[in-house]
């Protein structure tokens, strides 16, 4: 599975980086649904999208970076 094209997706808008594989995978999520959310709703949201992946084993490690586009600058 193409990660960032699945998450790109799910968050049309959103700035997408994708590093690593296996456990020490890591994303960047840069998007405007991300305003006005804390950090905790914010990987829910991502985690939520990626559900089945986990249920599955696709993804068993995943981690997240989430920032609106006024946290970059």
């Known amino acids: 599975m193409d990660i960032t094209n699945f998450l790109k997706s799910k968050f049309p808008e959103a700035e997408i980086s994708f590093d690593g594989e296996d456990c020490n995978s890591k994303v960047l999520i840069v998007s405007k649904q991300f305003e006005g959310l804390n950090s905790l709703q ?3 949201l991502v985690l939520g999208v990626l559900k ?13 970076n989430t920032k609106s586009p006024s946290e970059i600058g």
């Open 42 to 44: 914010r990987h829910k």
């Open 52 to 64: 089945e992946q986990f249920q599955t084993g696709e993804l068993h490690a995943l981690s997240l």
